[in-house]
Nanobody, 125 residues
Framework: QVQVKESGGGLVQPGGSLRLSCAAS????????MGWFRQAPGNEREFVSA????????YYTESVKGRFTISRDVAKNTVYLQMNSLQPEDTAVYYC??????????????????WGQGTQVTVSS
C-alpha cells in the first residue's frame, strides 16, 4: 500500500515563508506526478501546484505563481512546496497528492490516486 505523508505546516506571519514536504512510500511505486491541493474553511478544494516526475515540468494555479515553487527529489520520492510572501488568503489545509500514471489534467483532484492527510498552514499576524 502506498502512503503519502506531508510535513512542514504551521503558523507564519504575512509576508513570511514555509516549506512543505511530502514523501510517498510503501510498495513499489513509480511516480508519474505529485502535487499539492488546498482547502480553506468554507471553500472548495483547489489545485495549487504539480510536478511531472520524469521531466520536472511544473504547474501552478495563477494565485501562487511567483510566490510558490514546487520541486522534487526523485531518489527519495519526495516533493517540496516552498511558499514565500505568504498572505492570509493562503491559509488552508494543504494536501499532498500522487499518481503512478496520467489520469487527467494536473489541476483535477480526480487525476490523483493517493492523498495525504493534510497539513495546516495558517498565515496570521
Amino acid at each position: 500500500q502506498v502512503q503519502v505523508k506531508e510535513s512542514g505546516g504551521g503558523l507564519v506571519q504575512p509576508g513570511g515563508s514555509l516549506r512543505l514536504s511530502c514523501a510517498a512510500s510503501g510498495r513499489t511505486f513509480s511516480v508519474y506526478a505529485m502535487g499539492w491541493f488546498r482547502q480553506a474553511p468554507g471553500n472548495e478544494r483547489e489545485f495549487v501546484s504539480a510536478i511531472r516526475w520524469s521531466t520536472g515540468y511544473t504547474y501552478y494555479t495563477e494565485s501562487v505563481k511567483g510566490r510558490f515553487t514546487i520541486s522534487r527529489d526523485v531518489a527519495k520520492n519526495t516533493v517540496y512546496l516552498q511558499m514565500n510572501s505568504l498572505q492570509p488568503e493562503d491559509t488552508a489545509v494543504y494536501y499532498c497528492v500522487a499518481t503512478p500514471g496520467y489520469s487527467g489534467p494536473y489541476s483535477y483532484g480526480s487525476s490523483y490516486e493517493y492523498w495525504g492527510q493534510g497539513t495546516q498552514v495558517t498565515v496570521s499576524s
